[in-house]
T-cell receptor, first 112, second 109 residues
Framework: DTGVSQDPRHKITKRGQNVTFRCDPISEHNRLYWYRQTLGQGPEFLTYFQNEAQLEKSRLLSDRFSAERPKGSFSTLEIQRTEQGDSAMYLC??????????FGPGTRLTVL | QQPVQSPQAVILREGEDAVINCSSSKALYSVHWYRQKHGEAPVFLMILLKGGEQKGHEKISASFNEKKQQSSLYLTASQLSYSGTYFCGTALTGNQFYFGTGTSLTVIP
């Protein structure tokens, strides 16, 4: 257990539905990342927060994806109008300045 | 922009050594190494910073050649627990962090 938690751990949804995932980072870590990982691939960067500010967002991220980190604590990732191609493991990681990232256990999304 | 790793896969017998390479087409300022076991999240192994500073695992070492934009991870006297997929990673542009293509390592008795 790295100290980073994610909820839910598994989510099954029907195509077209909206889903929201939550990440609780290690409390003193001001930096937070969201990644998506599909089978056999490495984690793919989605977005980055420093405190409450979303400083980076992947160009691959469609408008259906949005993320927030109110008050610089927990973060949420929402996917609207889910598609089958959104099925993946969604990973959250936090870190202090210039150090390693601590990953949460991930949320596995299955879109039927 | 994704760093390229080689080999893609390697099988070792317990006690053997392995080297995993990571190459980038863009300048590297730091390189991270992570190991991921099946169904689990990546776990930090090592970070190498420009200038030679290293932080990480006691039994795993790594090198970082800034001029060649390459890093290598050295696994010596491999143990069964070393099995997994190894990823290098770096922040190539701003705060976007890119993981490499991955190397699957299997250690057999």
């Amino acid at each position: 257990d790295t100290g980073v938690s994610q909820d839910p751990r598994h989510k099954i949804t029907k195509r077209g539905q909206n889903v929201t995932f939550r990440c609780d980072p290690i409390s003193e870590h001001n930096r937070l990342y969201w990644y998506r990982q599909t089978l056999g691939q490495g984690p793919e960067f989605l977005t980055y927060f420093q405190n409450e500010a979303q400083l980076e967002k992947s160009r691959l991220l469609s408008d259906r994806f949005s993320a927030e980190r109110p008050k610089g604590s927990f973060s949420t990732l929402e996917i609207q109008r889910t598609e089958q191609g959104d099925s993946a493991m969604y990973l959250c990681a936090s870190r202090p300045d210039h150090n390693e990232q601590f990953f949460g256990p991930g949320t596995r999304l299955t879109v039927l | 922009q994704q760093p390229v790793q080689s080999p893609q896969a390697v099988i070792l017998r317990e006690g053997e050594d392995a080297v995993i390479n990571c190459s980038s087409s863009k300048a590297l300022y730091s390189v991270h190494w992570y190991r991921q076991k099946h169904g689990e999240a990546p776990v930090f192994l090592m970070i190498l910073l420009k200038g030679g500073e290293q932080k990480g695992h006691e039994k795993i070492s790594a090198s970082f050649n800034e001029k060649k934009q390459q890093s290598s991870l050295y696994l010596t006297a491999s143990q069964l627990s070393y099995s997994g997929t190894y990823f290098c990673g770096t922040a190539l542009t701003g705060n976007q962090f890119y993981f490499g293509t991955g190397t699957s390592l299997t250690v057999i008795p």
